[in-house]
């Protein structure tokens, strides 16, 4: 039998679902099983390690990316909704089409490559035994397949308003004070290399060093901008989001800066600013405590 080539040639994912459990898999035994064994469709995982539920930082890795994928169909599900009547959507943009929750995962995406066309509330082309807690393998991997396949996009579902998708906040950089500031944590990797919500704009700002605070005998805790320290996500953590309990204090070997609570280190970038004579200060930066709330999605798309 010759091959054809399809529609979309490429399906992506990004999910919570980590590693175990089948899910990952579940998902691709879905998109293989509709297009078919002499499918020249292209999957590729692009990350399944968002941590549950994480909203905001599956929207921004699916963002980011864009810029290194050709056209194809994007399925991200962080889906902390799921079996609620949450809409489910396929918007197409920029010659994509991207598939998930409506809960503002994919509209960062959306505007990176010009923003949306078109949008419809999935209800076709789903698999007909739907369970009512996984949507990825049911609705979203389904519809993903059947669009690689040449199904468009009008036969999915019933159009919607694009302006009407729920859309996610932005994370800014907050001034708390003279050069002090607080930045969001979105994530820190494997590395130890820190993501902060904020644009390149206000990284490009930084000086050498940022102090992190004082040790308990007052001694200032300083960290190298742009190092990359032997962090764990969870450490970091614990010393960004919950800084009023994880106060700083010295490295015993010598890193940037470690916690109280858990030894690890900490590094934190500010606006560098300089003093009265001209000379130049070490800027301050503090974890966000508002963390808590940056999964909602707080405005609609305009």
Known sequence: MSRVTPPYDLVTFVTDY???GGFVGALHAVVDSITGPSSLVRIIDLDHSIPPQD????ALRMERSMKYLRPGVHVGVVDPGVGTPRLGVAVEA???VFVGPDNGLLMFAVAAVGGAQRAVAIEAHVLADRSKTFDGRDVFAPVAAHLACGVDLLDLG?????ASLVC???PVARLLGDALFELLVVQVDTFGNVQFGTDRSLIGR???????????DGEDVLAQVGSTSQTSRSALRCCSWTATNASPSRSTKGGPTSCSAC???TPLYAPQRRNRDGSARTPTVRGSQAVKGHRRPVRRCR
Request: proline share 3%; charged share 30%; hydrophobic share 35%.
């Open 18 to 20: 980590g590693s175990k």
């Open 55 to 58: 909203v905001l930082l599956g």
């Open 94 to 96: 920029g010659g994509r």
């Open 158 to 162: 019933p159009l919607v308003d694009a």
């Open 168 to 170: 996610l906040q932005r």
């Open 206 to 216: 930084l000086g050498d060093r940022v102090r992190l605070g004082r040790t308990n």
């Open 263 to 265: 030894g690890r280190a």
